[in-house]
């Protein structure tokens, strides 16, 4: 049985119908979850882990000892990592307790001597009024003979050698008192120097003991036993994985509606879509990666072709998550966020949700300034002489 000819055109009308249909029908849908949904999510795959890599170097020079930790190790604050050769340090700690001490015996020798002089001093006054009243007595008995022109003027003589010595003895005081007022033995500026110099000698002898400043993983480790260091050659990295973050590298046309604090739902290739990390953008980068490189771009020549460029936009991450999940740095994420809310801040007021890393300072140790204050304390009492029989 044969299709009449007018019926072809007629179904071909009717599919083409139905398919433009579906595809308006399409559309709409698209268009309608684009509306209410997608514009309000914007995502990347091209984004990274990032975290703090401490460099681990020494302050002083010196020879190793001993390495106590390898490549992926985790350590924890305070762990010894690396031991130099401290028998230098420990000359250099002697002697500088042997000067600190005789400093502190040398200004009590000043503070002494000032006494001493003072003793003078008021031994030459009292001579010198004795030497006045003789001169006194003597020259009203002149006249009727009892003592000579010669013997008063030998009288005059005493007085004036006197006043020289009671002069010469308030100069040599004036002179120690300058080297002493207003200060202690601890306050002296001798004893001072003297402790500042066992301070540094102190301190190098602490620094033979390299001690990780934060909680990490090892990496990077190119020191070896018996290498002779030189201050600030690196010796290692601690990368702190508890405390990482993602660096997504947006498209500049995708940043319009992005602020501080909005939501964001990332995945990370090692684990697939099997794991989910929840962020928060804590900021924007001041350029692009172009505008920091070796060689920017010179757009101003004319010879050049428009890129869209991007900006890394960090994003804190659950650490609960990161507990669950570890990450390593560098490994590949993907970022979709979250912009319903547009009410945040354009710049961030604050780089990071956590605390940033910090080191104690060598200086801060307690004990230093505990052996200072016994040394000046040992060497300020004064001493007992026993009396010869």
């Known amino acids: 049985m044969s ?59 010196g020879t190793v000892l001993g390495v106590r930790v390898d490549d992926t190790q985790r350590v924890d604050r305070g762990q010894s990592l690396i031991e130099l050769d401290p028998a230098d340090a420990k000359v250099r ?5 042997a000067d600190l001490a005789r400093a502190v015996r040398a200004v009590r020798g000043l503070y002494a001597q000032a006494d001493q002089l003072r003793a003078q001093v008021q031994a030459r006054t009292v001579e010198l009024e004795q030497a006045q009243a003789d001169y006194a007595r003597r020259a009203s008995l002149v006249s009727d003979g009892a003592f000579s022109g010669e013997e008063l003027a030998h009288t005059r003589d005493a007085i004036t050698r006197v006043k020289s010595a009671l002069e010469g003895a308030h100069q040599q005081l004036d002179a120690t008192t300058v080297q002493i007022e207003g200060t202690t033995i601890a306050t002296h500026p001798e004893v001072l120097s003297a402790a500042a110099r066992y301070h540094d000698a102190a301190l190098a002898l602490r620094r033979t003991s390299i001690a ?11 020191v070896q036993v018996g290498q002779r ?14 405390d990482v973050w993602v660096d997504a590298n947006f498209k500049e046309v995708q940043l319009r509606d992005v602020r501080v604090g909005q939501p964001v739902t990332l995945h990370a290739d090692l684990y697939g879509g099997d794991a989910d ?23 101003a020549s004319g010879n050049w072709i428009k890129v869209v460029q991007r900006l890394p936009v960090r994003i804190a991450l659950d650490p609960e998550d990161v507990k669950r999940h570890p990450l390593r740095v560098g490994l590949s994420m993907s970022a979709e966020i979250d912009v319903h809310d547009t009410s945040g801040a354009l710049v961030s007021a604050a780089a990071r949700a956590a605390q940033p890393v ?8 307690p004990s230093i300034d505990e052996r200072v204050a016994t040394i000046i304390r040992e060497n300020s009492r004064p001493t007992v002489v026993a009396a010869r029989s």
């Open 3 to 61: 299709v009449p000819a007018t019926e072809v055109p007629n179904k071909r009308k009717r599919g083409l119908i139905l398919l433009g249909t579906a595809v308006v029908v399409a559309g709409l849908l698209y268009g309608a979850y684009w509306f209410f949904s997608a514009r309000f999510y914007e995502n990347t795959d091209d984004a990274y882990v990032a975290s703090d890599v401490v460099q681990i170097t020494s302050e002083i020079p």
């Open 93 to 97: 700690v002697a002697a500088a307790e």
């Open 212 to 222: 990780a400043p934060i909680n990490g993983v090892v990496a990077k480790r190119a």
């Open 229 to 242: 260091i030189a201050p600030g050659t690196p010796l290692m990295a601690i990368v702190p994985l508890d």
């Open 277 to 299: 990390y929840h962020g928060k953008v804590v900021g924007v980068s001041a350029g692009s990666g172009s505008a920091f490189a070796l060689l920017p771009s010179q757009n």
């Open 358 to 365: 910090e080191q104690k300072s060598a200086g801060d140790d």
